[in-house]
T-cell receptor
Framework: KQEVTQIPAALSVPEGENLVLNCSFT??????LQWFRQDPGKGLTSLLL?????REQTSGRLNASLDKSSGRSTLYIAASQPGDSATYLC??????????????FGKGTSLLVTP | NAGVTQTPKFQVLKTGQSMTLQCAQD?????MSWYRQDPGMGLRLIHY???????DQGEVPNGYNVSRSTTEDFPLRLLSAAPSQTSVYFC????????FGDGTRLSIL
């Protein structure tokens, strides 16, 4: 069974810092990895999807990398802002079969950016 | 810009009652899935589907039924609600990436 682990579970940083969130997975035979943001009491917003062939994706101040051989992905947030405060989740494919496609999630990193 | 729509947003049930959580998407996605989110447990897959008439069980399917009669809709049924089913339920659709609804917060007393 695929296990997805996110470290740290919680993180507090002052505004302006660059930070790295970590995600590890046990089965390296994945073909993509997706990063989400979840605000308190809200749904999940997709941030970045990395295909295994891409190794890296960027969107604004966010950069996500994927290293299948080591079973790791990192989400880099540049020049953090209080509005970045949220829980960040990574997910890999649960399975893809004739029955469908779904995700296997880590438990998330809760980020607080203080002014 | 509806995307994935879940109803209701909040619901309180008594043990033993039944109900259906609705999920509709307007993006013509074949893939849809249901998850529950619990403190300390993260998001766990309940059921998923690749299209009308095709569904399969995820990690925690017991106590839940699904059917998929149309591309747009994927309802989740609780046949006899139990306090252990108190949770936040999310519906998702799509394939690389998946898109999520805003969730249904369900309390079973």
């Amino acid at each position: 069974k695929q296990e997805v682990t996110q470290i740290p579970a919680a993180l507090s940083v002052p505004e302006g810092e660059n930070l790295v969130l970590n995600c590890s997975f046990t089965d390296s035979a994945i073909y993509n990895l997706q990063w989400f943001r979840q605000d308190p009491g809200k749904g999940l917003t997709s941030l970045l999807l990395i295909q295994s062939s891409q190794r890296e994706q960027t969107s604004g101040r966010l950069n996500a990398s994927l290293d299948k051989s080591s079973g790791r992905s990192t989400l880099y947030i540049a020049a953090s802002q209080p509005g970045d405060s949220a829980t960040y989740l990574c997910a890999v494919p649960f399975m893809e079969s004739n029955s469908g496609y779904a995700l296997n999630f880590g438990k998330g990193t809760s980020l607080l950016v203080t002014p | 810009n509806a995307g994935v729509t879940q109803t209701p947003k909040f619901q309180v049930l008594k043990t033993g009652q039944s109900m259906t959580l609705q999920c509709a998407q307007d993006m013509n996605h074949e893939y849809m899935s249901w998850y529950r989110q619990d403190p300390g447990m993260g998001l766990r897959l309940i059921h998923y589907s690749v299209g009308a008439g095709i569904t399969d069980q995820g990690e925690v399917p017991n106590g839940y039924n699904v059917s998929r009669s149309t591309t747009e809709d994927f309802p989740l049924r609780l046949l006899s609600a139990a306090p252990s089913q108190t949770s936040v339920y999310f519906c998702a659709s799509g394939h690389q990436p998946q898109h999520f609804g805003d969730g249904t917060r369900l309390s079973i007393l």
